[in-house]
């Protein structure tokens, strides 16, 4: 009876940990990514967050940050995932734009989860849409969709991990 009773709790207890690793990815979004691309927090207090967060520089990556860097890729402490935190220009349409991402991933986690994070945290706003040929993209409805634009999506390139962002456009 023991033993039966021991096997139940080890099998309801077992997801939790997982379903915890799973629900990182958005947590991540939510206090890091989204308030960086919105530019509610800069590049450098979006690392603080980070840290505070228990991320820190990859091991073996030894060379200073510098004053202007435009990019920095961290680390979870117990080495599941990876934060890249970005910004720069890229040429959209003929029109050049300023970027902000902010990505989390992990080699644990699939796209599909990924996806359902974003989609948890979008929820039923109306703010966000999703096109129904883009089924990995929200976009944040702005009055000023051509001054900027905010999305969270779920990309993955060949061969490497599957990344869940928070973008920010500024035109």
Known sequence: MVSVLAAVLAVTAAPA????Q???????VARVCLPYASRAKSFEAAIRAARDMEFRRPVGDRAPLED?????E???RD????LRIEEGTVEEDGVEAYFLTCGVSSNLVGHRTLAQQARRMVG??????????????WDRRTTRSHEYSLRIDVTQ????RPVLAARGHYF
């Open 22 to 28: 799973e629900n990182f990815a958005g947590f991540v």
């Open 124 to 137: 039923t706003s109306p703010l966000w849409t999703q096109g129904p040929d883009t089924p990995w993209r």
């Open 74 to 76: 961290m680390v979870s």
């Open 79 to 82: 080495g599941r995932w990876r």
């Open 157 to 160: 390139a060949p061969g490497e």
């Open 17 to 20: 940990p997982v379903r915890a």
């Open 68 to 72: 202007w860097a435009s990019e920095v």
